[in-house]
């Protein structure tokens, strides 16, 4: 959704103008979805940084959010992504990721060494405002690292049995749930998108359907079933197991 879409969008207005729960005090600073949101999108408008797509994902109550901006790349086919959390009741930490989408699916990878919280303590505003800036440029220093990583997973092969086999090991190790490791069994056996549509970083068609990088992609899909509660924790687990091995 674009950013003109978004602020139109009854549903997204009800979610950024929903009221904290607590009032702000001497060691407690609270910051309502909007002001994350906006302040978000004036220093990007600020360091010309062009907003690809937003996607806003709230609880129920609307009191906690998890926001991805995502950028253009040098990649036609992955774009840089920062995502920002905020909570109105206390639950959670300001936090701020960065890391990238894909774009024929949308799936989304957090960097494990890419990422930053602060407690809703006073001067968490100001921290915010240095950390945006900060997390942009950690994602830009960091594009063709990640882009790298991508490549890599590229390039090592794997059979339906071996992206089944790992996807067991990872149900086994916590990091996928009983309903995300049947999401990415149905994937492996019947894609729902066709990665072999993808290139390299040096703009070279490659077929992927039968490598590293498609069973990320599987896993990174079924992970969009993950509450916003613990959707960024649960993404950065996993992104970090799997890329562990890729230098």
Known sequence: MTLA?????????????????????????????????????????????????ITLKASKDNQILVTDFVFDSYSGYHGMMLSFISSLNKQKALGVAAGAKTFICQNGMIMGDMTGKRK??????????????????????????????????????????????????????????????????????????????DSDSQGFFVDNNDTKYSFFQHVTHAMKSEGVRTCQRSLKNSVDFLLQSVN
């Not at 090592?156 to 069994?185: C, D, H, S």
């Open 5 to 53: 879409e978004l602020v139109k969008d009854q549903k997204s207005k009800a979610i950024l103008d929903a009221q904290p729960l607590f009032a702000n005090s001497k060691s407690y600073d609270s910051i309502g979805h909007r002001k994350v949101f906006e302040t978000c999108v004036t220093t990007f408008e600020k360091t010309c940084m062009p907003i690809r797509d």
């Open 120 to 197: 809703h303590t006073t001067s968490v505003q100001g921290w915010m405002q240095d950390f945006i800036k900060y997390a942009a440029e950690q994602m830009y220093s960091q594009e063709s690292l990640i882009l790298r990583k991508f490549d890599a997973l590229k390039e090592q092969w794997m059979t339906k049995e071996e992206m089944a086999q790992l996807a067991g090991v990872m149900a086994y190790e916590g990091l996928l749930k009983p309903n995300q490791f049947g999401k990415v069994i149905s994937e492996i056996k019947t894609p729902s998108f066709n990665y072999s549509e």
